[in-house]
């Protein structure tokens, strides 16, 4: 493995690049781009990977994705050279470093905070292939891959809703839960809508917490907020917050109550006191991307998938929390509804009061 350092608009990155032969092909056949791999020509095929601010070590988002195309490199034999953005700021100078350098037959950039990025890149560069993870960006030559997260906080809201009135150890009699962003993003106001509407699905009084880090990389301030939160009473809490989620779960020990854990199985973290991990397989996601380039079988446009899909889902492996049986009994009758359309989930802030308000679990 080569490491090298770039120096791009007076900003330092550290990249990677495997020195492996590449995949088969690409679904790249445009000769302005200067990327003259085709699918089954056997040419190599070069990844560049914008990460998303908090960068490698959130053991989230970024680790995953990271993840999945190291996967790649071992299974496919891509190469690839990655950067870890320090601030939204960087985005666009790192998506135009890879882009301008006519080296990368596709680029992958981290989260719907380089919406704004990429689509200055793609005007710029409308032959650069570019797959976009968790956003639903329309543009030419871009693939904007989502997740219906809908699906997969509503599971841990059913846990929480159900576990605040449970006799769980650690459980009070407050009826109180919490939800912490990193940032006010659509799609993570969407988990944090769909929490709310699964706690309130079979706990209607719940009280359910809100707060923002701004930050995806700030543990401290989501230390901070997550304890006021169990301050106030809440005993679960549910973080989609990036690495400022690790604060949450620093909270959750000390105040001896219970956490919820996102994108990857994060139960291992905090075992005592993380109940679950609202899981997003973005590892496959993004081996899923580089394979069906490799393939020839890459599309541009949106591509959605969800708990049918095995995208989603939610997980207590790894996690020391006793669950009462009657409770995982509940969420797996409450999946069997969602999975055969007798239940459609909530993901729209300005329809969750009526939601809630027809929709009540009954077994």
Sequence with gaps: MLRKKWMSLGIVTVMMTSLLAGCSGS?????????????????EVKIGLVLSTGGLGDKNFNDMSYAGVVKAQEELGIEFDYVEPSSVSDFVSMDTMFAESEEYDLIIVIGSDQNEAVTEVNAEFPD???????????????????????????????????????????????????????????????????????????????????????????????KEIALSMYNRGADFVQHIAGASGIGVFSAAKEADAYAFGVGANQNSEEPEHIVATSIRNVDEIV??????????????????????EGAVGYSTEDSDVEIPEEILTTIEDIKEKVLSGELTLCDNREDLENWISENHYEK
């Design 27 to 43: 679904g790249n056949e445009s000769g302005d781009s200067g990327n003259s791999n085709e699918p089954g020509n056997g040419g």
């Design 128 to 222: 650069q292939k570019i797959s976009i993870i968790d956003s639903t960006l329309e543009l030419e030559n871009v693939s904007s891959v989502s997740t219906k997260w809908a699906e997969q906080t509503f599971f841990s809201g059913v846990l929480a809703g159900l576990g605040t009135k449970s006799d769980m150890e650690k459980a009070n009699d407050e009826n109180v839960i919490g939800v912490v962003l990193g940032k006010e993003f659509p799609t993570l106001m969407e988990g944090a809508t769909s929490f709310i509407a699964g706690a309130k699905y079979v706990n209607p009084d719940v009280e359910v917490l809100e707060a923002t880090v701004g930050e995806f990389n700030d543990p401290g301030k989501g």
């Design 287 to 308: 081996y899923k991307e580089i394979k069906d380039f490799c393939e020839g079988t890459w599309e541009p446009g949106l591509h959605v998938s969800g708990l049918k």
